[in-house]
């Protein structure tokens, strides 16, 4: 029947496990460009990965794992061990890449054994001396010599045992199973364990009944032929009180805190499954050597009376365990034993984000820069051609411009030769004198009609559709500097209206000479003509003719503002 301390262990990794899957929450992955969980030292190689000029993204802050485990534990020794002893630990782990990783345990175990067969060879044990026990001195060849004085009688005892340890080691995990090819994520985790250490024990056997010694001569092998039934009858005979001190390494051997301190090697192998981001389920089996023959208190290992040789073999201790890991740590990813670090390579791969693709190359196999699947004509080296990759020809003779003596040859001289030289007819164009009359144009011809500017009844401002008709004369006029315009105002029937007439035509010049660089002696200043007093007209000026571009106005106390 599975006793009550067995039942509430089981229960409460039960309810954890079940919260730990309630509280799931996401992957766990994370972005290679998330700056937040970059250290500080790490920074500058980030900075430069995201920059392209380093292939290799910072290694991640990642959390650290904090374990409670329980388990059985068993002492494997000269003494059959007892099934099943609990032990339970503590550990605290960091990652110091995605296979290797730390980890600082702490083991607090108890082991128990009990022989079945019966002993008459332990006179060198002092233990079992020391509690009144008196075994008989045996020559080589089994002869029993003497008894010890007091106990003439042959007595027999059953080794037996309990050892309490302690341990503290340093060990490094190896995971196996991380990196992986076809998965990007796992939920089980698998990983080797070796390490160092230090253990600390004490190891009592249960030799007395109160202050009495057993009668284990009552139980033998022809009572009790089966195993089994052996350690039945030993176990209704003794209580359970384990008082007597087994030997130890005495004096001789260094202590702390009152124990026997031995430094010890572990080796393991363990397995976890993901329950949550921060919550991991794991077995594991590990196993301890340390230098002593005294962890099941039987210094000697009992050979046939025929052989008197006693050699020790050293001890060890078997620690199999069931836990429960919580990943800790804000503002960093799980650890990286999780973490598969090909999730990026292939990531990158399928849709490059930061990755630095090469520019293609694509052939041109006459080198004029045109790619040959648009290339319409193989060149010749050095030839000008155009986006076709065609050979340029700017006259139209027939011959490219790298092989054409005379690039621009007339029509009217072609054909040409090889050399694209053409012949002629009239090569100075005295041929042509008396054929082409020559013509001059004024100012009007060459400007064209020009638009009119009108301003609001009683206004002086010009409006935006009034610039834009200025802006087109003072483009015609820079196109034609040999040509001045004369600018217009009408308005002559009363003194008011002839100021304002003034004032338009000055308007109208200021524009020209300030906004489109028009020099003012090119206007030709005239107000106060007959017509509307809303209008300014512009028109080139005929040949010949002149007049001022700044007048005084006629009546200046009535400008308009």
């Known amino acids: 029947m599975i006793s009550k301390k067995y039942s509430l262990l089981a229960a409460f990794f039960c309810l954890t496990a079940l919260y730990a899957v309630s509280q799931t929450n996401g992957s766990g992955d994370y972005n ?102 008196s075994a008989p001195v045996r020559q080589n060849n089994g002869q029993i010599t003497s008894v010890q004085p007091g106990n003439p009688a042959l007595e027999h005892v059953y080794y037996n045992y309990k050892t309490k340890v302690q341990d503290l080691s340093l060990q490094g995990i190896i995971t196996l199973n991380n990196i992986r090819f076809h998965k990007a994520k796992t939920g089980f985790n698998l990983y080797a364990i070796v390490g160092i250490g230090g253990s600390i024990y004490d190891t009592k056997i249960n030799a007395l009944n109160g202050s009495a010694k057993y009668n284990f ?94 050699t020790p073999d050293y001890d060890s201790y078997n620690y199999a365990t069931i836990g429960l890991n919580f990943n800790i740590g804000a503002k960093s990813v799980q650890p990286l034993w999780w973490q598969n670090p090909l999730d990026y390579a292939y990531s990158e791969i399928r849709n490059p984000r930061l990755m630095k693709l090469p520019k293609p190359v694509l052939p041109d196999g006459d080198g004029d820069g045109v790619t040959d699947q648009f290339d319409l004509e193989q060149t010749p080296k050095g030839c000008p051609v155009d986006s076709h990759g065609v050979s340029k020809d700017t006259d139209g003779d027939g011959v490219p411009d790298c092989k054409d003596k005379e690039l621009i040859t007339p029509t009217y001289c072609q054909p040409v030769d090889a050399d694209g030289v053409g012949k002629c007819p009239c090569p100075d164009g005295k041929c042509f004198e008396g054929l082409v009359k020559e013509t001059k144009q004024g100012c009007d011809e060459k400007l064209g009609p020009l638009p009119s500017v009108s301003f609001s009844k009683g206004s002086n401002t010009l409006s935006s559709d009034a610039k834009a008709v200025l802006a087109v004369v003072g483009a015609k006029l820079r196109n034609s500097p040999e040509c001045k315009v004369v600018v217009i105002g009408y308005g002559a029937s009363t003194k ?66």
């Open 496 to 561: 008011k209206e002839q100021q304002l007439s003034w004032d338009h035509v000055n308007k109208v010049i200021t524009y020209l000479v300030e906004s489109e660089g028009v020099s003012q002696d090119r206007l030709i200043f005239k107000f106060g003509e007959d017509g509307p007093n809303d209008t300014v007209d512009l028109r080139g000026a005929a040949e010949g003719e002149s007049g001022p571009n700044t007048v005084a106005p006629p009546h200046p106390n009535l400008r308009k503002k």
């Open 32 to 133: 290679v460009s998330d700056s937040s969980v970059i250290p500080t030292k790490r920074m500058p190689q980030h900075t430069e990965f995201l920059n392209g000029t380093y292939d290799f993204p910072a290694k991640p802050r990642n959390q650290w794992e904090i374990g409670v485990k329980g388990g059985a534990f068993t002492v494997s020794g000269d003494v059959p061990a007892v099934f099943p002893t609990l032990g339970f630990g503590v550990h605290v782990r960091k990652a110091f890449g995605y296979v290797f990783s730390a980890r600082l345990e702490y083991l607090n175990g108890t082991g128990k054994g009990l022989s079945w067969r019966y002993s008459e060879n332990y006179a060198k044990n002092t233990a079992w001396r020391t509690a009144g026990y």
């Open 217 to 310: 001569n009552s139980i033998t092998q022809s009572n009790y032929p089966d195993r089994k039934d052996t350690r039945k009858a030993l176990k209704s005979l003794m209580d359970n009180s384990y008082e007597t001190p087994a030997e130890s390494e005495g004096e001789r051997r260094p202590k702390l805190f009152g124990d026997t301190f031995k430094p010890s090697g572990t080796a393991g192998i363990g397995m976890a499954f993901k329950l949550s981001n921060r919550i991991n389920l794991a077995i594991e089996d590990r196993f301890t050597v340390v230098k002593t023959d005294l962890l099941d208190g039987q210094r000697w290992q009992e050979h046939a009376w025929g052989d008197a040789v006693l």
